[in-house]
């Protein structure tokens, strides 16, 4: 059985870093998609982040890219999202998803997600 757990949220000051984690077990997942979404309050679930574990090839949604990188670390199945100058509009829930097959920004098409981690950016 897959498991995800995601921990490193906190709060911060707008432009801090934060650095989440993804500790993957239950599966081999050199065939899967790992992806990071998040949800802020009364708003929908948004892709955020994806690589697909085998290759390392990455994605992002225009609202992070150049500030947030993924990446993983086979070794300890772990999957980071390094989020740098963030801003308020970045506070929400990050959650850590995990699909067999190649990346999707679509949440629905994810049917292994960990807890959630609460990003809180203060102005």
């Known amino acids: 059985q897959v498991q995800l757990v995601e921990s490193g949220g906190g709060s911060v000051q707008a432009g801090d870093s934060l650095r989440l984690s993804c500790a993957a077990s239950g599966r081999t997942f050199s065939s899967y998609a790992m992806a990071w979404f998040r949800q802020a309050p009364g708003k929908e679930r948004e892709f955020v982040a994806a690589i697909n574990w085998s290759s390392g090839r990455t994605y992002y949604a225009d609202s992070v890219k150049g500030r947030f990188t993924i990446s993983r670390d086979k070794n300890k199945n772990t999957v980071y999202l390094q989020m740098n100058t963030l801003k308020p509009e970045d506070t929400a829930v990050y959650y850590c998803?995990?699909?067999?097959?190649?990346?999707?920004?679509?949440?629905?098409?994810?049917?292994?997600w960990g807890q959630g981690t609460q990003v809180t950016v203060s102005s």
């Open positions: 998803a995990a699909r067999l097959g190649f990346y999707s920004d679509d949440g629905d098409r994810y049917i292994h």
